[in-house]
């Protein structure tokens, strides 16, 4: 044996891939890439209604957006689950014939009658009756009566199961088909995993593993179960609930940087104040012990400014080359890199690009009612007829600023209140890209049909 590290990441595919998965694949690649060991991809497939390859090209695609996949020489797999049943089975049949595990013929039912409820757990009935399989028995793991089963957990600390509290789990199914339980320990043996690190609720399999594992002639590999992901009300995140899917964060237009970033800190931190720094130097610093335990809180907002800086430290043609799937392919990327540089700056996720700039190529400015109930307020004719007539002469941002300023001025009202009509006049929108320079770019002829346009509707 080498000293090799081996982590997985073995999703069920669920036809989303999950925040929480990401992080936790994340969390595996951060300790193989350090390490210099392998990152194994296992898709436990054996739910037959989850066997769509679609789903697995879906994790697949995941994956390799946040950087984690066949090009790095960290990467093995995909490994697919159902392809170990075999070996699932003979494992299942080594634990019946060395006496580890008992074959069971009882029914729910028959096990709530005898001990009164539903929640009691098994209580041994065929633990002594010889029964030697047949369809209907399922096959249970004898646990032991006395003691207690320890999880050296690398985050949680030694967590103890007492082994009176343990029932004798099942196996394998009345159809001989292995559970998630043996399936997933038997993987990790074949695939020679030495940590396993996954999420909370995996904790209780933990025990049930850390007794398999030998039952099956392996040493137990170390543990870690990375702390549950809450949303603001701190509960769990769902996928009823909240937005949990990687996908929907990458359709919106957030940075794959910054989500690696911001994943990767939930739970663990580089232990100073920094928080926006990039993988390459998160690797190094990155300690299995150092993630807390506790809940961590998916905070959107934080994610959003988060992405607002990746976003602003883009170089501008890759900030130009990110926007061009949210801009219309008939408008002009001449044009749109002329104010590249100013919607940089003012927004947070890609998506956003396309409401700042879209009056720049639309005949006519985008229809928004809300915008227009918002800016059209008070004095809005008398200030848009007011600029018509002031327009300057001389076509840039500062002239076209000092003659709107005048126009105010000459009412008593401050710039901010006489922005607010021309914009929406001109843009269809109440913010965007700074007024004077959005102006000057449109030319006096659109900006002067606009302003008579939104005359004629007020
Ligand atoms: N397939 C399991 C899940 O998606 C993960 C099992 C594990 O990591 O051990 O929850």
Redesign the pocket.
């Known amino acids: 044996m080498t000293n090799e590290v081996r982590v997985r990441f073995?999703?069920?595919p669920t036809g989303i891939f999950h925040v929480g998965g990401a992080r936790s694949a994340l969390f595996n690649w951060a300790v193989a890439e350090q390490t210099g060991g392998t990152f194994v991809l296992r898709i436990?497939d054996t739910d037959a209604t989850r066997n769509r390859p679609e789903w697995t090209d879906g994790i697949i695609d995941a994956l390799t957006w946040i950087g984690i996949g066949k090009d790095s020489p960290f990467f093995e797999g995909p490994h697919f689950q159902s392809e170990y049943e075999p070996q699932h089975r003979i494992a299942a049949s080594n634990l019946y014939t060395e006496g580890k595990a008992y074959f069971c013929a009882c029914t729910r039912d028959e096990v709530k009658a005898r001990t009164g409820s539903e929640h009691a757990g098994y209580d041994g009935h065929c633990r002594d009756r010889g029964l030697e399989g047949g369809p209907g028995q399922a096959l249970r793991f004898r646990t032991p009566d006395e003691g207690i089963t320890v999880v050296d957990d690398l985050i949680r600390g030694r967590v103890e199961f007492p082994n009176n509290a343990m029932e004798d789990f099942v196996v394998a199914r009345g159809d001989g088909s292995p559970l998630y339980v043996l399936a997933?320990a038997v993987d990790d043996i074949e695939q020679g995993i030495t940590l396993?690190m996954?999420?909370e609720e995996?904790l209780p399999?933990a025990a049930r593993q850390q007794l398999l594992w030998p039952a099956l002639g392996a040493t137990p590999p170390q543990w870690a179960h990375m702390p549950v992901i809450v949303n603001e009300q701190r509960k769990k995140l769902s996928k009823r609930r909240d937005k949990v899917a990687l996908e929907s964060y990458r359709e919106e237009g957030y940075l794959a940087e910054a989500m690696i970033n911001y994943l990767m800190l939930l739970g663990w931190g580089p232990g100073d104040d920094r928080e926006i720094m990039p993988w390459s130097e998160m690797v190094p610093l990155f300690k299995v012990s150092d993630v807390n335990p506790s809940n961590a809180y998916f905070d959107e907002k934080k994610l959003r400014a988060f992405n607002g800086d990746y976003i602003r430290a883009l170089p501008p043609e890759e900030f130009i080359a990110h926007c061009d799937p949210w801009l219309r392919p008939d408008w002009d990327r001449k044009v749109f890199a002329q104010v590249a540089g100013l919607a940089q700056t003012r927004i947070a996720v890609l998506s956003e690009v396309t409401a700042n700039v879209d009056f720049l190529f639309l005949d006519e400015p985008p229809a928004d009612e809300a915008a227009w109930a918002k800016g059209m307020k008070g004095p809005a004719a008398e200030i848009l007829g007011g600029y018509l007539a002031a327009l300057p002469d001389e076509w840039t941002a500062d002239a076209l600023k000092t003659a709107l300023d005048e126009v105010g001025t000459a009412r008593g009202l401050k710039l901010g209140k006489t922005q607010a009509p021309v914009r929406v006049a001109v843009t269809g929108r109440t913010v965007g890209l700074p007024l004077f320079e959005s102006l000057e770019l449109l030319g006096r002829e659109r900006v002067e049909r606009r302003l008579r346009a939104a005359l004629a509707k007020l």
């Open positions: 073995a999703p069920s436990e997933n396993v996954r999420g995996h399999n």
